[in-house]
T-cell receptor, first 113, second 112 residues
Framework: ETGVTQTPRHLVMGMTNKKSLKCEQHLGHNAMYWYKQSAKKPLELMFVYNFKEQTENNSVPSRFSPECPNSSHLFLHLHTLQPEDSALYLC????????????FGPGTRLTVT | GENVEQHPSTLSVQEGDSAVIKCTYSDSASNYFPWYKQELGKRPQLIIDIRSNVGEKKDQRIAVTLNKTAKHFSLHITETQPEDSAVYFCAVNTGGGNKLTFGTGTQLKVEL
């Protein structure tokens, strides 16, 4: 599959579970991003990685832990989440220079019970 | 931090009419302004973008205009079609880097 892929597409987890979201980009980009999209809210940037280094943490709670082992892969490790964390989690990638055309993955629909 | 305001939040037009969505921003260092279209249940898709060194860019029925002095930019869709129905988001790169701040979105409905 080309572009940006995400797995799983849907995830239901309890508040005591630990799970991970995976993102992979096949575009040769060197910047990757995690966004949270809740109903009736704008896209909220969570993390930015440039060349595998985290350059932005937008005041995200520590129960969300990102990992970027290389420029093509990005993970979001989840533990002890709250019901209000239920949302669509989108991954994106881009080059690190203008124009910063970000291409999004299909997202993971997360439900915390 | 960057403040991006988007208006209107909903927009209903008749097929064939034009639609205009406006965004304002606060960070004078911003120099990249993309627009995304998100259909129901799908990922946001980049439809057009503009950099601060130009005032207008057009791609078929879609155009974006930028007024850097006034810190606002607009999306123009002409000859709207039912498949244009979606949520449209503007975005601005905060601080001139690759961190995007998104507007709150505009639900566009094109009626037959």
């Amino acid at each position: 599959e080309t572009g940006v892929t995400q797995t799983p597409r849907h995830l239901v987890m309890g508040m005591t579970n630990k799970k991970s979201l995976k993102c992979e980009q096949h575009l040769g980009h060197n910047a990757m991003y995690w966004y949270k999209q809740s109903a009736k809210k704008p896209l909220e940037l969570m993390f930015v990685y440039n060349f595998k280094e985290q350059t932005e943490n937008n005041s995200v709670p520590s129960r969300f832990s990102p990992e970027c082992p290389n420029s093509s892969h990005l993970f979001l490790h989840l533990h002890t989440l709250q019901p209000e964390d239920s949302a669509l989690y989108l991954c994106a990638s881009s080059q690190d220079r203008n124009p910063y055309e970000q291409y999004f993955g299909p997202g993971t629909r997360l439900t915390v019970t | 931090g960057e403040n991006v305001e988007q208006h209107p939040s909903t927009l209903s037009v008749q097929e064939g009419d034009s639609a205009v969505i406006k965004c304002t921003y606060s960070d004078s260092a911003s120099n990249y302004f993309p627009w995304y279209k998100q259909e129901l249940g799908k990922r946001p898709q980049l439809i057009i973008d503009i950099r601060s060194n130009v005032g207008e860019k057009k791609d078929q029925r879609i155009a974006v205009t930028l007024n850097k002095t006034a810190k606002h930019f607009s999306l123009h869709i002409t000859e709207t079609q039912p498949e244009d129905s979606a949520v449209y988001f503007c975005a601005v790169n905060t601080g001139g880097g690759n961190k995007l701040t998104f507007g709150t979105g505009t639900q566009l409905k094109v009626e037959l």
